[in-house]
């Protein structure tokens, strides 16, 4: 045997005892053995360079230090998954998706986990990259840190496809955070806080040979690619399990909603019992095929839902209300506590929403409060102690005027919160604004931050956004923490900001109630800022799903002198303020004011190019039949609830070739 092939062999043989002993729990060889092992195979690939393999077992040690983690997309989007806090929303759920599809519904019932989620690309067999969430389009590539986790496969066995992404969770198991705490204690060291804060810090450490130290492991529930040839969830759990990953056991398919209300009644009682800390459980619909007909909402999948476990609660004393402005001058009061435990992290603070919810708790200063985490991030206050309540407590004024500029606050009919009107000068809502325009689903400017922002304003550098564009590198670099690199890499950030496309920009300029989806709408009707900025009202209400609300938001918007004046700077600095040739050579109105459904599979086009098409040209996708429906896209298995539907309705029912001859 030569060398090459005595490393690889003694590199297939260290995997195998590894997918033995993390992934089976079936240890074949000694720890002693194993380590032996490792150190002929270092010995022999230090001598030989020529033979280095990123996935070799020697790299999962670590040692490599990344300064940067550098910020990658996604081949396919991260989704959220849409929360529940009840049997009732559990019922309701299937309610809707019964009306969807067809046939009988099997679930997949997963434990939600409680770490931080990662998306891991394997190519040819091998880890590619590890991407972190992020905000679902793009994360943090921290492929050196994954590599040391035992659990991450770094070469695959089996029948793999050639390219895909698995998503999972990283945890850190109770026992191992417990040994790490008690060795920081013994140190005199602060211990951590809760495993998932912990797991998620770990990701980000800049020396790998730190991570490699932390006892993580990564547990896997999803598979996403092309040309999977996968049919169902269970299958792919099953396919990963044999490809070399870590699935959790505790997964469980049922074939009715009773059996996953007894899923989750099961877990809630047993969760202390796990390994890992879960909050919930994740109910999917199984068939893949069925899963593709739900489609996604805007933020997440129609086929899956958590149940989140009732939230913990503590009680502990309101110390102070204060008052925070937002962006769009929306006052926010907060709760300042005296500082409690509650589900593993120290909280000081709780959001108390608005006015009314004060006056509909009674909530005063010096009360005890019981404050409870559910699905939000920020705790909230539920409810009050009366029995505590000190003899001199003196109900909560809201107050009358801006925090931050004075300006006397207003509330407009219908709305719940109090807003500062001072739309130009109010400090918070001038770098709030400017924040919103940076960040990554907006223009998504590289090298520049949130407390940069605010310095630059503070500094009177820049007073709204299109003041960006005239930065320079001499003005930048006297500010605190802030070296000529770093300033070189704002200024370029910025510059490279210019090519970000319309909708984008469009959802930058923070317009109330315009968000992503709303953003995309107004920029493929309209096609242009200038065309948008001289809308009537009456002309914005008859775009598809643009109410009155919104309506009126975006004419307010433009109505202002100062808005119209920045808009032309930034034209001035070739921000994309329309839509490029390229994109509208590829957009007609054809299908204008019709409303297509999309069901079954296709062969010479994907369901989601097909819906493209539709939005492209005009139309409206829709998920479900109705009077309003004007064609029915029907491909290969669609079901028969949803011909019968189209037929007694008299909706016209098209071929994949019909509908592609008609856009011709």
């Given at each position: ?135 679902g389009v793009q994360g943090d590539e921290v492929t050196a840190n994954i590599k040391t986790i035992n ?41 951590y806080k809760n495993p998932r804060n912990t797991a998620s810090g770990s990701l980000k450490l800049q ?343 919104i309506a009126q938001s975006v004419v307010e918007f433009f109505s202002s002198e100062e808005n119209k ?100």
């Open positions: 045997m030569n060398t090459k092939q005595q490393i690889e062999s003694l590199r297939e043989e260290l995997r195998q005892h590894n997918y033995n002993y993390y992934i089976l729990d079936d240890a074949t060889i000694s720890d002693y053995e194993f380590d032996i092992k490792l150190k002929e195979l270092q010995a022999l690939e230090e001598k030989h360079p020529e033979f280095f393999d990123a996935n070799s077992p020697t790299q999962r040690v670590g040692g490599a230090v990344t300064k940067n983690f550098k910020t990658t997309v996604h081949d396919s989007r991260m989704y959220s998954l849409d929360n529940s806090y009840s049997k009732e929303d559990l019922l309701d759920w299937e309610t809707r998706i019964k009306k969807m599809v067809d046939g009988d519904v099997n679930y997949m019932c997963e434990l939600k986990y409680d770490g931080a989620s990662m998306s891991l690309t394997y190519e040819n067999g091998k880890l590619l990259r590890a991407v972190t969430r992020g905000d659990t991450v496969p770094l070469q695959l066995k089996g029948d793999f496809p050639e390219r895909f992404d698995i998503r999972g969770e990283i945890v850190l198991p109770i026992e191992g955070f417990l040994k790490m705490n008690a060795e920081r204690i013994e140190n005199e060291e602060e211990p020396d790998s040979s730190e991570v490699a130290k932390r006892p993580l492991e990564c547990l896997l529930y999803s598979i996403v690619g092309n040309n999977l040839n996968l049919t169902s969830q269970y299958e792919g759990l099953e396919k990963a399990r044999a490809w070399g990953f870590k699935v959790p056991k505790e997964a469980k398919l049922v074939k009715s909603i009773d059996e996953v209300l007894e899923y989750v009644d099961y877990w809630d009682k047993n969760r202390h019992n796990l390994p890992y800390e879960i909050d919930g459980v994740v109910v999917k619909v199984n068939n893949l095929y069925q899963q593709d007909e739900l489609g996604f909402t805007a933020k997440a999948p129609r086929w899956a839902m958590a149940y989140k476990f009732k939230a913990e609660q503590v009680s502990t004393r309101l110390n102070e209300i204060t008052y925070q402005v937002g962006r769009t001058g929306a006052i926010t009061p907060v709760a300042n506590l005296e500082p409690v435990e509650l589900a593993g992290t120290t909280v000081k603070r709780a959001s108390l929403h608005n006015a009314d919810q004060i006056e509909k708790l009674d909530i005063r200063v010096g009360d005890e409060v019981f404050v409870e985490k559910g699905g939000e991030i920020i705790p909230k206050i539920i409810s009050v102690d009366l029995t505590k309540r000190p003899a001199d407590s003196i109900p909560t004024s809201y107050i009358a005027s801006c925090p931050e500029c004075g300006t006397e606050l207003v509330r407009l009919e219908g709305e719940a919160k109090h807003y500062c009107p001072n739309y130009i000068a109010c400090p918070p809502q001038v770098v709030g604004r400017i924040q919103h325009y940076i960040s990554r689903k907006a223009m998504d400017i590289d090298g520049l931050g949130g407390e940069t922002v605010a310095l630059l304003v503070k500094e009177g550098l820049i007073y709204n956004y299109s003041d960006l564009y005239e930065l320079t590198v001499e003005q930048v670099i006297p500010l605190e923490r802030m070296a000529e690199k770093s300033a070189v890499n704002l200024v370029n950030g910025i510059k490279a900001s210019k090519q970000i496309p319309f909708e984008r920009v469009l959802f930058a300029l923070g317009i109330r109630y315009v968000g992503e989806t709303v953003a995309k709408k107004l920029a493929r009707h309209y096609k242009s800022i200038d065309a948008l900025m001289y809308a009537s009202l009456l002309d914005l209400v008859t775009v598809d799903e643009i109410g009155e609300r004046l920045i808009i032309e700077r930034l034209k001035g600095f070739g921000v994309q303020l329309e839509i490029s040739a390229e994109k509208l050579a590829n957009q007609t109105d054809k299908l204008k004011g019709l409303s297509i459904v999309v069901s079954g599979v296709f062969e010479t086009i994907s369901r989601n190019e097909l819906k493209k098409l539709i939005e492209d040209n005009g139309g409206k996708v829709s998920s479900s039949i109705s009077s309003k429906t004007s064609y029915l896209v029907a491909g290969d298995k669609m079901g028969p609830s949803k011909r019968t539907k189209a037929e007694k309705l008299n909706i016209q029912i098209l071929t994949e070739l019909d509908f592609l001859s008609k856009l011709k």
